[in-house]
């Protein structure tokens, strides 16, 4: 199951994850139609797919999307949490500190990955070596001030990641992967997307396909890897 596949980042995940040779369910709350397209997609790959709606701001429906995951083929081998909200049209300093804001960036970023891991790791378990992938940030490792919100739901998920690494080993592993530039959000226009292209030392922006190989590497070839954050960043986090 890749939370948030329809599109960008997730959607690469769950080819990629496909083309391993896993089935696929493709979760989405708003992109509809693109969470089709990634299932047609995963089917056109020769496996089985299903696009299923989830808001996961609301924890009611945490078990039954898991539920859906494993029904579509009796098991449930890999969780990868890469939905989260990054608002961009919305101020996240200190200055305009807004709770009800806080509080749905927390839900979202963080207690339903963890919510979902729960769910799971009964399903995760039985399949014999369960792997669980949560897709982290850049900014845990250098925060912004000026998305403060988002960076403190995504590095409480590192931690999350660190201690169910823990506490599920040795039957799940549970790793994190934190992209840095792997798709700009639509908002950013071109002067601001080249400032911060400049700043990678290996000298380009990611990929979704970057992160996509590095969630392949972690859920094939990873069997003693559990517990640890893969950025991939091209360098910026020592930059």
């Avoid at 493709?26 to 990634?38: K, L």
């Amino acid at each position: 199951m890749v939370t948030g596949s329809g599109r960008r980042v997730g959607r690469a995940i769950a080819l990629e994850l496909a083309r391993s040779g896993c089935d696929v369910l493709v979760h989405y709350h708003r992109s509809a139609s693109e969470a089709q397209g990634t299932a047609a997609d995963v089917r056109a790959l020769g496996r089985r797919a299903e696009a299923v709606c989830a808001d996961l701001s609301k924890p009611d429906e945490w078990d039954p999307l898991v539920h859906q995951a494993v029904g579509l083929t009796g098991r449930l081998d890999v969780l990868v949490n890469n939905a989260s909200i990054f608002p961009t049209d919305f101020p996240d300093t200190l200055e305009s500190m807004n709770v009800g804001f806080w509080e749905q960036m927390l839900r979202v970023n963080l207690l339903a990955p963890v919510g979902l891991v729960r769910a799971a790791v009964p399903h995760l378990k039985a399949s014999g070596g369960g792997v669980v992938i949560n897709l982290l940030d850049i900014s845990t490792a250098k925060p912004w001030s000026n998305h403060l919100a988002y960076c403190v739901s995504k590095g409480g998920l590192e931690t999350a990641t660190r201690a169910l690494a823990r506490a599920l080993a040795p039957d799940v592993r549970v790793n994190g992967i934190a992209p840095g530039i792997a798709v700009f959000p639509e908002s950013y226009g071109a002067d601001l997307r080249e400032r911060l292209a400049a700043r990678v030392p290996i000298g380009r922006t990611g990929t979704p396909e970057d992160i996509s190989r590095a969630a392949r590497f972690l859920v094939e070839s990873g069997d003693f890897v559990t517990g640890q954050v893969l950025r991939i960043d091209g360098g910026r986090s020592v930059a």
